[in-house]
T-cell receptor, first 111, second 109 residues
Framework: DTAVSQTPKYLVTQMGNDKSIKCEQNLGHDTMYWYKQDSKKFLKIMFS???????INETVPNRFSPKSPDKAHLNLHINSLELGDSAVYFC??????????FGEGSWLTVV | AQRVTQPEKLLSVFKGAPVELKCNYS??????LFWYVQYSRQRLQLLLR??SRESIKGFTADLNKGETSFHLKKPFAQEEDSAMYYC???????????FGTGTRLQVFP
Protein backbone atom coordinates (compact mmCIF):
# COMPACT_ATOMS: atom_id res chain seq x y z
CA ASP A 1 0.00 0.00 0.00
CA THR A 2 3.02 2.25 -0.55
CA ALA A 3 1.86 5.63 -1.77
CA VAL A 4 4.88 6.62 -3.88
CA SER A 5 7.14 3.77 -4.85
CA GLN A 6 10.32 3.91 -6.84
CA THR A 7 12.66 1.21 -8.10
CA PRO A 8 15.41 0.32 -7.81
CA LYS A 9 16.28 1.49 -4.34
CA TYR A 10 20.00 0.99 -4.90
CA LEU A 11 21.83 1.11 -8.20
CA VAL A 12 25.58 0.83 -8.80
CA THR A 13 26.68 1.23 -12.39
CA GLN A 14 29.66 2.18 -14.50
CA MET A 15 30.30 5.48 -16.19
CA GLY A 16 28.84 5.68 -19.65
CA ASN A 17 25.97 3.31 -18.98
CA ASP A 18 22.29 4.14 -19.47
CA LYS A 19 19.92 3.49 -16.59
CA SER A 20 16.31 4.12 -15.60
CA ILE A 21 14.57 4.70 -12.32
CA LYS A 22 10.87 3.97 -12.20
CA CYS A 23 8.25 5.71 -10.08
CA GLU A 24 4.61 4.97 -9.45
CA GLN A 25 2.06 6.64 -7.20
CA ASN A 26 -1.30 5.27 -6.16
CA LEU A 27 -2.59 8.45 -4.56
CA GLY A 28 -4.48 9.68 -7.59
CA HIS A 29 -2.37 12.84 -7.70
CA ASP A 30 -2.12 14.87 -10.86
CA THR A 31 1.43 16.07 -10.37
CA MET A 32 4.66 14.12 -10.11
CA TYR A 33 8.24 15.23 -9.61
CA TRP A 34 11.83 14.16 -9.61
CA TYR A 35 14.17 15.67 -7.03
CA LYS A 36 17.89 15.15 -6.71
CA GLN A 37 19.66 15.04 -3.36
CA ASP A 38 23.39 15.35 -3.79
CA SER A 39 26.22 14.30 -1.50
CA LYS A 40 25.91 17.53 0.44
CA LYS A 41 22.25 16.71 1.15
CA PHE A 42 21.09 19.53 -1.08
CA LEU A 43 17.65 18.89 -2.56
CA LYS A 44 16.82 20.31 -5.93
CA ILE A 45 13.87 19.84 -8.24
CA MET A 46 14.63 18.39 -11.64
CA PHE A 47 11.29 17.88 -13.34
CA SER A 48 7.59 18.15 -12.73
CA UNK A 49 4.76 16.61 -14.73
CA UNK A 50 1.07 17.37 -14.48
CA UNK A 51 -1.24 14.83 -16.10
CA UNK A 52 1.59 13.52 -18.28
CA UNK A 53 2.65 16.99 -19.40
CA UNK A 54 6.04 18.45 -18.54
CA UNK A 55 5.58 21.68 -16.61
CA ILE A 56 8.87 22.20 -14.82
CA ASN A 57 12.22 21.47 -16.36
CA GLU A 58 15.03 22.91 -14.32
CA THR A 59 18.56 23.22 -15.64
CA VAL A 60 19.32 19.55 -16.05
CA PRO A 61 21.63 17.97 -18.66
CA ASN A 62 19.91 16.53 -21.72
CA ARG A 63 21.16 13.13 -20.63
CA PHE A 64 18.26 13.12 -18.16
CA SER A 65 14.94 12.37 -19.78
CA PRO A 66 11.71 11.92 -17.83
CA LYS A 67 8.89 9.90 -19.27
CA SER A 68 5.30 9.83 -18.03
CA PRO A 69 3.23 7.12 -19.73
CA ASP A 70 0.26 8.00 -17.53
CA LYS A 71 -0.36 10.29 -14.60
CA ALA A 72 0.48 7.57 -12.08
CA HIS A 73 3.97 6.97 -13.46
CA LEU A 74 7.01 9.13 -13.97
CA ASN A 75 10.20 7.37 -14.95
CA LEU A 76 13.65 8.91 -15.12
CA HIS A 77 16.06 7.75 -17.78
CA ILE A 78 19.71 8.77 -17.64
CA ASN A 79 22.05 8.35 -20.59
CA SER A 80 25.84 8.22 -20.51
CA LEU A 81 26.09 8.28 -16.74
CA GLU A 82 28.81 10.40 -15.20
CA LEU A 83 30.45 10.29 -11.78
CA GLY A 84 28.67 13.49 -10.81
CA ASP A 85 25.31 11.84 -11.31
CA SER A 86 25.86 9.87 -8.12
CA ALA A 87 23.11 11.00 -5.79
CA VAL A 88 19.83 10.03 -4.24
CA TYR A 89 16.91 10.63 -6.55
CA PHE A 90 13.48 11.17 -5.03
CA CYS A 91 10.24 10.78 -6.85
CA UNK A 92 7.28 12.65 -5.42
CA UNK A 93 3.65 13.44 -6.14
CA UNK A 94 1.03 15.93 -5.05
CA UNK A 95 -2.46 17.14 -5.75
CA UNK A 96 -1.66 20.36 -7.58
CA UNK A 97 -0.40 23.07 -5.26
CA UNK A 98 -0.65 20.93 -2.15
CA UNK A 99 1.66 18.93 0.08
CA UNK A 100 4.23 16.85 -1.74
CA UNK A 101 4.66 13.19 -0.88
CA PHE A 102 8.01 11.55 -1.49
CA GLY A 103 9.12 8.08 -2.43
CA GLU A 104 11.84 6.32 -0.48
CA GLY A 105 14.60 7.45 -2.77
CA SER A 106 16.90 5.67 -5.21
CA TRP A 107 20.58 5.63 -4.30
CA LEU A 108 22.57 5.86 -7.54
CA THR A 109 26.32 5.29 -7.45
CA VAL A 110 28.33 5.73 -10.62
CA VAL A 111 31.79 4.15 -10.57
CA ALA B 1 13.99 35.33 -6.22
CA GLN B 2 12.53 32.58 -4.12
CA ARG B 3 15.01 31.24 -1.63
CA VAL B 4 15.09 29.24 1.56
CA THR B 5 18.03 29.58 3.91
CA GLN B 6 18.92 27.21 6.71
CA PRO B 7 22.07 28.71 8.21
CA GLU B 8 23.08 25.72 10.32
CA LYS B 9 24.36 22.56 8.67
CA LEU B 10 24.61 20.74 11.97
CA LEU B 11 22.94 21.22 15.30
CA SER B 12 23.97 19.06 18.23
CA VAL B 13 22.13 18.98 21.52
CA PHE B 14 21.70 16.68 24.48
CA LYS B 15 18.50 14.84 25.18
CA GLY B 16 16.03 17.04 26.98
CA ALA B 17 17.52 20.29 25.70
CA PRO B 18 15.44 22.74 23.68
CA VAL B 19 15.91 22.76 19.93
CA GLU B 20 15.44 25.52 17.39
CA LEU B 21 16.18 24.87 13.72
CA LYS B 22 16.35 28.12 11.83
CA CYS B 23 14.73 28.83 8.50
CA ASN B 24 14.51 32.10 6.64
CA TYR B 25 12.93 32.65 3.30
CA SER B 26 12.67 35.23 0.58
CA UNK B 27 9.53 35.37 -1.50
CA UNK B 28 7.57 38.26 -2.91
CA UNK B 29 4.11 36.76 -2.63
CA UNK B 30 2.30 34.71 0.00
CA UNK B 31 4.33 31.62 0.61
CA UNK B 32 3.40 28.33 2.07
CA LEU B 33 6.08 26.96 4.37
CA PHE B 34 6.83 23.39 5.29
CA TRP B 35 9.22 21.36 7.36
CA TYR B 36 10.23 17.96 6.02
CA VAL B 37 12.25 15.40 7.96
CA GLN B 38 14.45 12.60 6.67
CA TYR B 39 15.49 9.90 9.12
CA SER B 40 18.58 7.91 8.27
CA ARG B 41 18.20 6.41 4.78
CA GLN B 42 14.45 6.83 4.76
CA ARG B 43 12.09 8.86 2.65
CA LEU B 44 11.41 12.50 3.17
CA GLN B 45 8.32 12.98 5.28
CA LEU B 46 6.24 16.02 5.88
CA LEU B 47 6.65 17.12 9.48
CA LEU B 48 4.39 20.14 9.47
CA ARG B 49 3.07 23.00 7.38
CA UNK B 50 2.39 26.48 8.58
CA UNK B 51 -1.24 26.65 7.48
CA SER B 52 -2.12 23.66 9.66
CA ARG B 53 -0.69 25.22 12.80
CA GLU B 54 -0.20 21.72 14.18
CA SER B 55 2.28 20.27 16.60
CA ILE B 56 3.80 17.05 15.31
CA LYS B 57 6.05 14.93 17.54
CA GLY B 58 6.32 17.93 19.84
CA PHE B 59 7.62 20.21 17.08
CA THR B 60 6.06 23.56 16.28
CA ALA B 61 6.87 26.29 13.81
CA ASP B 62 5.42 29.76 13.51
CA LEU B 63 5.52 31.78 10.34
CA ASN B 64 6.88 35.25 11.07
CA LYS B 65 6.26 37.34 8.00
CA GLY B 66 8.02 40.37 9.47
CA GLU B 67 11.23 38.44 9.92
CA THR B 68 10.50 36.10 6.97
CA SER B 69 11.26 33.16 9.20
CA PHE B 70 9.75 29.77 9.92
CA HIS B 71 11.90 28.34 12.68
CA LEU B 72 11.24 24.82 13.94
CA LYS B 73 11.16 24.39 17.69
CA LYS B 74 10.87 21.65 20.25
CA PRO B 75 11.16 22.25 23.98
CA PHE B 76 12.74 18.90 24.87
CA ALA B 77 14.72 17.00 22.25
CA GLN B 78 14.63 13.21 22.09
CA GLU B 79 17.26 10.88 20.63
CA GLU B 80 14.80 9.72 17.97
CA ASP B 81 14.59 13.29 16.70
CA SER B 82 18.05 12.86 15.18
CA ALA B 83 17.56 13.37 11.43
CA MET B 84 17.94 15.79 8.55
CA TYR B 85 15.40 18.60 8.58
CA TYR B 86 14.50 20.56 5.49
CA CYS B 87 12.59 23.78 5.37
CA UNK B 88 10.70 24.27 2.13
CA UNK B 89 8.69 26.98 0.45
CA UNK B 90 5.91 26.86 -2.08
CA UNK B 91 3.52 29.45 -3.38
CA UNK B 92 -0.15 28.60 -3.51
CA UNK B 93 -1.12 26.69 -6.66
CA UNK B 94 2.41 26.14 -7.79
CA UNK B 95 4.06 22.87 -8.60
CA UNK B 96 7.43 23.40 -7.06
CA UNK B 97 8.89 23.10 -3.61
CA UNK B 98 12.05 25.02 -2.96
CA PHE B 99 14.17 23.45 -0.27
CA GLY B 100 16.74 24.84 2.06
CA THR B 101 20.05 23.02 2.29
CA GLY B 102 18.95 21.12 5.37
CA THR B 103 20.09 20.97 8.97
CA ARG B 104 21.27 17.77 10.57
CA LEU B 105 20.03 17.47 14.12
CA GLN B 106 22.01 15.21 16.42
CA VAL B 107 20.55 14.47 19.82
CA PHE B 108 23.00 12.89 22.21
CA PRO B 109 21.90 10.74 25.16
Amino acid sequence: DTAVSQTPKYLVTQMGNDKSIKCEQNLGHDTMYWYKQDSKKFLKIMFSYNNKELIINETVPNRFSPKSPDKAHLNLHINSLELGDSAVYFCASSPRGDTIYFGEGSWLTVV
Amino acid sequence: AQRVTQPEKLLSVFKGAPVELKCNYSYSGSPELFWYVQYSRQRLQLLLRHISRESIKGFTADLNKGETSFHLKKPFAQEEDSAMYYCALSSYNTDKLIFGTGTRLQVFP
